[in-house]
């Protein structure tokens, strides 16, 4: 008598002929979770947050300080890295992505009733540009030159690079050293004195300003109040910046023309508030001619009176600021390795930062690439590049000498998609056009073993937006203007499962381990929701026989009864979906209407509100295939077996279950008699 079992269910293998497959193998697999051996549905997502966007929500962040949780969001893909300083209770983050790399906290961004962030610094300090004019009087001692610089320093304790050093000046040493010419803090806002279109090409617009001190290329402004080219009321990105002439461009194409009026103002303003100076000057050792602190000052004085004798000024710190810049305004991609550098890139070059100092980041530890990179990922002590062809790697203690460690990978793996890039335990994956790749200790296409190119191919990997937990590949992607999720597991059973949902951001919490997504436009905590079961579907591979056969019995192994614990989260869930439908509708927010602001964000038909999950978790539907047709469905409501309909023989059958019941095997024989020897 033939008869067979599946048990021990798993995902797909696109690349096995569906005959080829293996017993507990499948061709769909969707809905599933498979982590156990049993057939399981997936938890629905669990609502966390509703941020004020307009849009979708492209990236998303959480932040918590005792006990209160907030959520940034965005509708670009940014990159937030947090503080690598220990004990930073002002929950400090960097984030680049969204215009030129900024910096906030955990007050600063969740200020007011969003959106959030709702504040923000640029990232870095820029420094005075003025240098100091130097008159020493009065003194009768011996002869002694001098020369100067300042910095600026935040509330933060972040200080910039000096201004240009004053010239060497000759006076006594008892002398007082009158400096003036002290720059104030870079501006955040001021007025526009003029605006020509098509200048200086057809489609941009140079605007003068009262003054540019602290813009650069790339970072953003916006405008307002301006009359005539009222098309410059906006926020803008800056193009150019002529210090000399005080003017920037921009790119906006207009007919309008300008004839008075307005103002600007930085989107990320610098961090002026509390701000000091710092002046060093320069004293001789037997280690040579350095600039040591002097004094620090209110950032708003302008002059200042130097009458400290040497002996004192050889106690104060050497510049250690020398070479801290700002970090270009057009870097992407901040991370932070764990020795405490940032690090990021513009084009094909690497930046890193001063060591536990993320405002800093010396021209000198850049590194050139010999192809444009798409991400950085972190591994440890070790920066991986993914570029437009060949993988790299950087391993390094100190920024100066990171450049010895760089490695490029001899294959050529190219990464499709910035937003496909997770973090695992063993290394960075990523999404190739030959498959998925892991950089790590041992780099490989470590799904080769389940696509061929183009199956994989077929899932479109440009379109992937990814993340990791527990070392699974969670993936949302885009194939013919559908939207899927798909989970890979290369440590376990179940490899390759898709899923029902349309999603918009995905994000692992690293304090947490826990994933959130996000769809229309709210943040849900991926399988939070336990009471609420998704209804999976799960079809075997083809089960080929000779000669041809009539199974004439199946029984399948579920459990139909819930826990007191499952019945009392599906019963929590219940409740909150009538709850939050019984506030849209108080609040006339159901969006049901066709006058409604809010047409065309549901289906047609369709409104805001959320479907109501059922209290009872019982479903389960069995189909038999045979030489491709359909043969028998049924409604299991528990264990017993059942027969199957006669009156054919076929050499192939398949078979699928749909539900959310949890099932651990499932047996065909020709004859009832049979499944007890199966």
Known sequence: MSAFRIAGFSGLVPRLAKQLLGFGQAQVATNCNLTSGDLRPRNGPLPVFSPVIDTDIVSMFRMEMDGNEKWLAWNVDVDVAQSPVAGSTSRRFYYTGDGEPRTSDFDLATAGPGPYPSGCFVLGVAPPVSKPTVTPAGGTGSSAARAYVYTFVTQWGEESRPSPASAVTTGRVDDAWGLTNLDTAPPNSGIVTGAVKDTPLSGQVEVTLDTVFGLRASEEIAFASATGLEDLNGKFTVASVDSATKKIVILLRTTQIYTGGGTWQRVAPHNTSGMTKRIYRTLTTSSGTEYHYLVTIPAGMTSYNDTAADSAVALGEVLPSATWDMPPADMKGITILANGIAAGFVGNEILFSEPFKPYAWPSAYRQTYDQDIVALGVSGTTLIGMTKGNPFTITGVEPVTMGGGMEKLSVAWPCMTKRGVASFAFGIGYPAPQGMVIVGANSDIVTKDLFTQKEWAELNPGTFIAA???????????????????????????????????????????????????????????????????????????????????????????????????????????????????????????????????????????????????????????????????????????????????????????????????????????????????
């Open 468 to 678: 990791s937990a527990d070392n699974r590949y969670y993936c949302g992607y885009t194939v013919e203007g559908s939207s899927l999720m798909f989970v890979i597991d290369k440590a376990e059973s179940a490899s390759f499962i898709k899923v029902n949902q349309r999603i918009t951001c995905i994000w692992a919490d690293p304090a947490t381990g826990r994933l959130y997504v996000a769809l229309d436009r709210k943040i849900y905590e991926w399988e939070g929701d336990s009471g609420t079961k998704l209804t999976y579907e799960w079809k075997s591979k083809k089960f080929v026989s000779a000669p041809p056969v009539n199974y004439s019995a199946a029984k399948i192994d579920a459990d139909f009864e819930m826990s007191e614990a499952e019945s009392a989260a599906a019963k929590s869930s219940y409740d909150a979906a009538l709850g939050a439908n019984q506030a849209l509708i108080d609040f006339g927010e159901v969006d049901d209407g066709l006058a409604d602001p809010s047409l065309g964000e549901d289906e047609i038909g369709g409104d805001a509100m959320q479907a109501i999950p059922p209290l009872v978790i019982d479903s389960l539907q069995f189909q038999l295939w045979a030489d491709g047709d359909l043969k028998f469905t049924r409604q299991v409501r528990n264990t017993r077996a059942f027969r199957l309909p006669g009156g054919y023989k076929a050499d192939n059958v398949e078979v699928v279950l749909s539900g959310n019941v949890k099932v651990s095997g499932v047996v065909l024989a020709e004859t009832m008699d049979g499944l007890k020897h199966a």
